[in-house]
């Protein structure tokens, strides 16, 4: 059950867009490969993944888990307010 509703403090919306941003920012840094395969792109649902700390199969995900400052950072935020604004 998320403790956190974005849609209740509109004052954090801006500062949850530039991490989301600045997450894309750092992925696109990190290799040509790996953005240019269709399979490896980085997707909205997988930003959500990154940002709440969820666990997956896909590299990209594991790529930021252990080493990334924004990995579990939105821990108790509602999952579908953060789908809907990546």
């Known amino acids: ?3 956190i509703y ?3 403090d509109e004052s954090i ?3 949850i867009e530039q991490d989301m941003n600045s997450l894309l920012e750092e992925y696109h840094r990190g290799g040509e490969q790996d ?3 269709y399979a490896n ?3 909205a649902l997988d930003i ?3 940002m709440m700390g969820i666990n997956s199969d896909r590299e990209i995900v594991k790529r930021f888990m252990w080493k990334h400052h924004m990995w579990a950072r939105f821990q108790e935020y509602d999952h579908e307010e953060m789908m ?3």
């Open 84 to 86: 809907q604004l990546a």
């Open 13 to 15: 919306r801006p500062g």
């Open 35 to 37: 953005y240019q395969n």
């Open 48 to 50: 959500v993944k990154v």
């Open 6 to 8: 974005i849609k209740n």
């Open 1 to 3: 059950m998320p403790l």
């Open 41 to 43: 792109r980085m997707k």
